[in-house]
C-alpha cells in the first residue's frame, strides 16, 4: 500500500494590497480554496478563475487565510502552512491596479508606460511598475496561469529589484511549481534585504529540502526557530534532522533524473536497477501526462525499521511519497515485479502531485497511481458494486483529503474505489480527460469544481459512472 504527499505551503505576500489564496472549511467538512475570501453580510465571497463566486455563510465553518493549498494529503505532508509577513499596501496601489487590470485583461500598453516613466529616472516611477507588475501576476493568478504570473513578477523585479513582497512571491510561486532551486535565487536576494525575516528562512528550508539539500535545510529551518519559534518549522526541522542521521551512511546513485540514496546493505545491483526502472517509468509517465518535472526527484531505499522510524506511517503503508519517494527494500537483490510495480506508482504521485500544483485530491492521487502501476478492478468489481447498492462506499468528498488515519479494511475499499473512479473516466474519454483533469486541479478553487469544468459532471454523476463502468466492464449487467 502506499500514500500520497501532503504539501501545504502556506504563503502570500503582497507587494502593496493583499491579494492571498485561502481555503474556506465548510461545516460538512468540504474546502474550497479561492482568492481573497471575505465575510460580507450572510454571504462569503472569494475569486476564482470564473470570477467572483459566493455561498452563503450559514454554511462556512471558518475562513484559512493565506494558503496556497497544496492539497491532496495525507498527514505526512512536508510544507506545513506557512504564515505571511504583513506588508503595508503602497500608496496609490489600487488606482495602479485599476489601471493594470480592466475589461477583463491586462494593459499592457499602461505598464509599458511605467517602464518607460522609470526608465527617465521619475521619482517613484519604480515602486509603480511594481505595482502594475503585482496586481498583473495576481489576475494570472486567479486564472490559474502560474507561468504568466511568475513573467510579471520577473518583469517587475527587472525595475525594482530589491522589492521585498516582489521577491516573496516569486518565490513562493517557484515552490508552488516545485522549482526549488529557481525559489532560491529569489530567497536569497530577500534576505540581503530583511536578514532577521523568519519566513525568508522559513521559505529558504523548504526550498533547500525540496532540492534534496537537506544540511541547508536545516540550518535554515535553525536560523527560523531562532528569529521566531513556529511549531511548523520545528516539526520539520525534526524530520529533516531524522533524514540526515539516518541518511548520513547512506550510498548515493543519480541519473537525469533522479538522485538515489540506499543504505549500505543493499547491493548496489539493486540500486542501479531501480534507477534503470525508474527512468524506464518517466519516460512513460513524461509521455502519458504531457508533463516533464522540473527538478530531479529524490528517491530513498530503506531497511524496513528505517522506513518506520522515518516516515512514521500506519502499518498498511509499504511505500511513501512525501516529495521523495521512500521505499523499503530489505532482502531484495534485484527489481522484482511488485518492486517495479510500487515504483511505477510512487513515481506516478510525484508527477500528479507537482502536475497539479499539489491540489489534487487523494482519490485522484491514489487512483492515477493505481491504474498508472497495471492495478484493474476485476477483483473488486463484485464488491464495490454491491457496496453501491448498500450505499456502504465512501463519497469521493469523504475521499478528498487525507487517509492517514484509515484502518487498514478503509484504506483498501478507498484504494480499490478510487482506482474504479479513475478507470472510468479513461474509459470514457481516454488519457486526454485524465490530463484536462489534472489541469483543472492545479488552478480550480476546489476538487469538485475541477471535476465539473473538465468532465463536466458533478462527483454524485462521476461515482454514478463509475459503477455503471464496472457492472459493463466486468459484470455484463
Not at 189 to 199: G, K, T, V
Not at 457 to 474: G, I, P, T
Amino acid at each position: 500500500m502506499r500514500l500520497v504527499p501532503c504539501i501545504a505551503a502556506v504563503f502570500a505576500l503582497v507587494v502593496s494590497s493583499c491579494v492571498s489564496a485561502d481555503v474556506i472549511v465548510l461545516k460538512n467538512g468540504n474546502r474550497i480554496v479561492g482568492m481573497n475570501a471575505t465575510a460580507d453580510g450572510d454571504r462569503v465571497t472569494y475569486q476564482t478563475s470564473a470570477g467572483q463566486l459566493s455561498i452563503p455563510k450559514a454554511i462556512v465553518a471558518r475562513i484559512e487565510h493565506d494558503d496556497f493549498s497544496f492539497s491532496s494529503a495525507d498527514g505526512a505532508g512536508i510544507a506545513p502552512p506557512v504564515s505571511a509577513p504583513q506588508i503595508e499596501p503602497a500608496t496609490g496601489y489600487e488606482a495602479i491596479a485599476q489601471k493594470t487590470i480592466h475589461d477583463g485583461g491586462v494593459d499592457y500598453a499602461y505598464i509599458e508606460s511605467l517602464e518607460s516613466e522609470a526608465r527617465t529616472g521619475a521619482p517613484g516611477a519604480t515602486n509603480k511598475v511594481a505595482a502594475a507588475c503585482y496586481a498583473a501576476a495576481q489576475f494570472f493568478l486567479a486564472k490559474g496561469d502560474s507561468a504568466s504570473a511568475i513573467q510579471q513578477y520577473r518583469q517587475g523585479l527587472e525595475f525594482a529589484p530589491h522589492n521585498f513582497g516582489l521577491l516573496m512571491n516569486l518565490a513562493v510561486l517557484y515552490l508552488r511549481e516545485s522549482q526549488f532551486t529557481e525559489a532560491l535565487n529569489p530567497l536569497q536576494q530577500a534576505r540581503e534585504i530583511a536578514p532577521d525575516s523568519a519566513d525568508v528562512y522559513k521559505l529558504m528550508g523548504w526550498a533547500y529540502y525540496g532540492a534534496d539539500k537537506t544540511a541547508e535545510a536545516i540550518d535554515a529551518w535553525k536560523q527560523a526557530i531562532k528569529l521566531r519559534p513556529d511549531p511548523d518549522v520545528i516539526e520539520a526541522l525534526k524530520k529533516a534532522e531524522r533524514d540526515q542521521a539516518l541518511e548520513s551512511s547512506y550510498r548515493e546513485g543519480e541519473t537525469a533524473h533522479f538522485d538515489l540514496k540506499y543504505y549500505g546493505g543493499a547491493a548496489p545491483e539493486l540500486a542501479r536497477g531501480i534507477l534503470g526502472a525508474l527512468e524506464n517509468d518517466y519516460n512513460d509517465l513524461q509521455s502519458q501526462l504531457d508533463y516533464t518535472p522540473p527538478e530531479q526527484i529524490a528517491v530513498i531505499l530503506y531497511t524496513g525499521q528505517a522506513f518506520a522510524d522515518i516516515t512514521r506511517a500506519p502499518s498498511w503503508v509499504g511505500a511513501l511519497n512525501d516529495g521523495r519517494i521512500r521505499i523499503p527494500v530489505e532482502g531484495l537483490t534485484s527489481v522484482t515485479p511488485e518492486l517495479a510495480r510500487e515504483l511505477k506508482h510512487e513515481l506516478t504521485h510525484s508527477f500528479v502531485g507537482q502536475k497539479t500544483h499539489y491540489r489534487a485530491p487523494t482519490w485522484l492521487q491514489e487512483g492515477m497511481a493505481q491504474w498508472m502501476e497495471g492495478r484493474r478492478s476485476s477483483s473488486d468489481a463484485a464488491y464495490l458494486v454491491d457496496a453501491a447498492g448498500r450505499g456502504a462506499l465512501p463519497s469521493l468528498a469523504a475521499l478528498d483529503g487525507s487517509w492517514i488515519g484509515f484502518t487498514g479494511d478503509n484504506a483498501s475499499v478507498a484504494y480499490a474505489w478510487s482506482l474504479a473512479v479513475i478507470e472510468s473516466i479513461i474509459a470514457r474519454g481516454g488519457l486526454g480527460d485524465i490530463n484536462r483533469l489534472l489541469d483543472a486541479m492545479a488552478s480550480a478553487p476546489s476538487p469538485q469544481v475541477a471535476v465539473l469544468q473538465a468532465l463536466n459532471m458533478s462527483y454524485d454523476e462521476l461515482q454514478q459512472q463509475a459503477v455503471d463502468y464496472l457492472n459493463h466492464a466486468y459484470l455484463n449487467n
